[in-house]
């Protein structure tokens, strides 16, 4: 009998092929493992996209009115205030799915890579936190200053990644 999963995690590449293509099977453990130690109690839908500098840049165009490429970008589906896990109730639900859509990410496949060799680590890891990062950001987490925000979103952000140690190569 084959066990059902509590929440739906997409990933589908765009434009990337080959070697360049990030570990599916990664992203969604880091996914599973952020919405577990966040307290995510209720099936989440989570939608993420790996691209290429281009698309990313394309998207962070778009949305955002920079016209350059970055390493991920996160779209949440709702805002949480304070920042967090607080369970939006069953009515936020979509009504067909039974699942709280929390958003999408977007992620540079490109970026990943020159980030990893930049920071002297290997892609997964670069991966992981990247994935890590935006999901922190689809829980309504923000580091956009140097407020306790910050220092709150980079604890969460290691204590996932500590959780994750045992699967990803440094």
Known sequence: MAV??????YVRHCGVTGDDKLPIPLIKQCIRAALDLEGVDVPCEVNVLITTDSGVSDLNNEFRGFNEPTDVLSFPMREFSPPGWLSPGAEAAD??????????????????DKQATE???????????LIVHSMLHLLGYDHTDESEGKIQMREREKRIMRRLRDIIDR
């Open 95 to 112: 009504p067909e799915t039974g699942l709280l859509p929390l958003g999408e990410i977007a992620l540079s496949s490109m970026r990943v």
């Open 4 to 9: 059902l999963e509590k929440h739906k995690i």
């Open 119 to 129: 920071y002297g680590h290997s892609r997964e890891y670069e991966t992981a936190y």
